[in-house]
């Protein structure tokens, strides 16, 4: 499952460590979940990242250096992750890593990367990815606390008190239900149920009955992504109830509309990135243009919707791009350096200004409160 | 000079393999494949005492490379336990786990057992799943480091990470593999054998089914925990997937596909199996095709599996 972008150096030749010739190209290692459970985040990561490499090299490279992307495909185990990153790193001698679609396979990926001081972008949402601070460790999603924050601030101001909650018991449901449990406090919020499902339930009635018995909930959370948040949205509305439903930025995509129904989707609100409303943002918005190109270049090369989770990768890829520019060259503590420096980086999921204490980069101002408003997602004021 | 024996024939193939392959190795990638082959063939030599010996089936030997794993990765932090006493925790554990579950369901034959060892190894996957207050839920959790690199270091012996844990496994492989092929010859080995053939048979002889049965599988699932416990180790991290369904059933597949009967056999089904994913990376959407068509072509024309099939035919030749 690699796919070698440039016709340049086929990995076979590296192995007889012939590579060392073509040195005037940048090697970028990914290993991404393209097929597997979390293939629905991967595909598009994996598409993306070949997208914009060949974008790229069209343009002349950076530098006047082009891109070789050996990418493969870890099918979402922490164990394959932790051989590809190796392999990545010993055997095809890459420059830097873009990967790790899962927090399992990440955190797997950075301790070989961190081992090696080869720089690392991961595309998954745990926070225990960049905290403690790693020193080659850099992640472009927001986390999960994030998105907890940006939905109890907008319940806030809503003046609800109680919520019910049904989380997945997916690695993403469970990681936020945790994060979303935690803080809750800080926002004078009461969680009055604590429901969950498993990712392949087909049927969450008998959850919701249970929060909608719970006495005072105000408004419903849903943290999970995949087909279960669809499911509770089809089953909350065949239920009626009339309390507010807030889902997760992991099921943030025009996908989910159809998956519910436009009429059951009506009404849900979720923390989501620019690019689910690329058309929406206003002229003078930073991220206007970013969104828009890569809106328009996924969209029109593999015809299918663009997601919150392709967008990391373009993000991880742009930060990559930015410091192997900035930086002048592409040696991995260069590449490093340069990316803790990277200030006002418009990407599409928020603008990143790194540090050498914070390797995230993004603030709560990233997620943007959107709504399903007559089958189309739409920006909350 | 006395003839060398089937025995140590085995042992000293195993141990020349592992010794001289890293002569050949173009990068350091290399190492990790080959630990995980190791311990892949670990694991597998377990199942080769239970499936190949026995005749019994089990879909459920990941549940104790789970138990392994997270034993090594809880015991540290919670109980205060070294790494490596934590593997012993684990396997023991592992022992006394595949005891009480392998009493009862030790009874059933043929399907009813696979279904059983089934259940079992997906209950293991779902507690570390939904603990998440203990394992870190889906997704994964931390494992200290086994700190036996940085003892050879200050014995002046300085392996990379890579190496250290090839060698390591290698030789954990070896003791293995020595073990089970003693256990081939001993009285209980024959007891193994004799039930694999016929039950019935082996019971009038005066073998206690049952017992011999129940051994062969606690046996299996310290092979299988010592396995998990090397991953866990080795990688510094762990997730529930180590015992989880598939990987049951690749542990088994390994086995079948070198010979269920034969320790070398087994080893080099494990070998095969793990290889093939990095080989076929290349050939991009194809490697389930090419796996599968594998699996298939074995089953037909070599049904005892890879290696004693070809072995035989070798011999066959020579006579």
């Not at chain 2, 684990?90 to 089934?118: D, H, K, M």
């Not at chain 2, 300085?158 to 001993?186: E, K, M, P, R």
Request: hydrophobic share 45%; glycine share 12%; charged share 15%.
């Amino acid at each position: 499952m690699k796919k070698t972008l440039t016709t340049t150096v086929p990995a076979a030749l590296v192995a007889l460590g012939l590579a060392s010739a073509a040195s005037a190209e940048i090697r970028l290692g990914a290993s991404v979940s393209a097929t597997g459970p979390a293939a629905f985040l991967g595909d598009p990561e994996a598409k993306t990242l070949e997208m914009l490499v060949e974008e790229l090299n069209a343009k002349g490279g950076i530098n006047g250096e082009e891109i070789a992307l050996v990418l493969y495909d870890d099918g979402g185990d922490a164990n394959k992750a932790r051989t590809f990153a190796t392999r990545l790193i010993e055997d095809d001698e890459v420059q830097a890593i873009i990967g790790g679609t899962t927090t399992g396979t990440s955190m797997s990926i950075l301790s070989v990367a961190e081992d090696a001081e080869i720089p690392f972008i991961s595309l998954a949402g745990a926070i225990d990815i960049i905290q403690p601070v790693k020193p080659f460790t850099f992640k472009t999603p927001h986390t999960d606390r994030m998105a907890c924050q940006k939905i109890f601030e907008d319940m806030q101001k809503s003046g609800i008190q109680k919520i019910g909650m049904i989380s997945g018991t997916d690695g993403f449901g469970a990681s936020m239900q945790a994060q979303c449990k935690d803080v809750v406090g800080e926002y004078g919020i009461e969680i009055a149920a604590d429901e969950t499902y498993d990712p392949k339930d087909a049927d969450m009635t008998a959850q919701l009955t249970k929060i909608r018995n719970a006495d005072g909930v105000q408004a419903v959370l849903n943290p999970g992504f995949g087909q279960g948040p669809s499911i509770v949205t089809r089953n909350y509305r065949q239920l009626g109830i009339e309390l507010p439903l807030y889902q997760s930025h992991g099921v943030a995509s025009d996908g989910f509309i159809e998956l519910a129904g436009k009429e059951a989707a009506e009404g849900v609100r979720l923390p989501g990135t620019a690019l689910l409303v690329a058309d929406l943002l206003a002229e003078d918005d930073p991220q206007k243009p970013v969104v828009t190109a890569y809106k328009a270049a996924y969209e029109g090369k593999f015809n299918e919707p663009v997601g919150t989770f392709g967008g990391y990768a373009h993000d991880g890829f742009a930060l990559l791009v930015d410091a192997v520019t900035r930086a002048g060259s592409a040696e991995p503590a260069a590449i490093r350096d340069a990316l803790e420096q990277t200030a006002g980086l418009a990407g599409t999921t928020g603008i990143y200004a790194m540090s050498p204490d914070n390797h995230l980069g993004l603030d709560l101002s990233a997620f943007r409160m959107l709504e399903v408003k007559d089958g189309r997602w739409s920006i909350v004021e | 000079m006395p003839r060398l024996t089937a025995k140590s024939a085995t042992l000293l193939v195993l141990a020349a393999l592992i010794a001289v392959t890293p002569f050949f190795f173009p990068s350091g990638y290399y190492y990790r494949v080959g630990a995980l082959i190791f311990v892949n063939g670990l694991a597998v030599t377990g199942i080769v005492i239970l499936t190949g010996y026995a005749g019994q089936i089990s879909l459920g030997h990941a549940g104790f490379a789970g138990i392994g794993g997270y034993a090594c990765a809880l015991a540290p932090t919670h109980l205060g336990l070294h790494p490596s006493l934590a593997g012993v925790l684990g396997a023991v554990i592992s022992a006394v786990l595949a005891y009480l579950v392998g009493r009862p369901i030790l009874r059933l034959r043929g399907y009813y057992l696979a279904v059983a060892t089934l259940g079992f190894g997906i209950l293991v996957a779902m507690v570390l799943n939904n603990e998440r207050a203990l394992t870190g839920g889906p997704d994964g959790i931390a494992v200290p480091e086994l700190g036996l690199r940085g003892l050879l270091k200050d014995w002046g012996l300085d392996l990379t990470n890579g190496q250290f844990w090839y060698f390591f496994c290698g030789i954990v492989l070896l003791i293995g593999a020595w073990i089970a092929l003693n256990l081939h010859q001993s009285p209980g080995g024959r007891a193994l054998r004799a039930l694999h053939g016929s039950e019935i048979a082996a019971g009038t002889v005066g073998i206690d089914v049952a017992r011999v049965k129940l051994q062969a599988f606690v046996i299996s699932a310290v092979y299988a925990s010592v396995a998990g416990s090397l991953v866990a180790l080795q990688n510094k991290f762990i997730t529930p997937d180590i015992a989880g369904f598939m990987h049951s059933i690749e542990m088994v597949t390994m086995a079948v596909l070198g010979g269920a009967g034969s320790v070398l056999g087994a080893i080099f089904g494990a070998g095969i199996l793990t290889l093939l994913p990095q080989v076929l990376t290349v050939l991009a959407e194809y490697e389930q095709l090419v796996l599968g068509l594998v699996m298939m072509l074995v089953m037909i024309f070599l049904r005892e599996g890879l290696l004693p099939s070809v072995l035989r035919k070798l011999r066959g030749r020579g006579e």
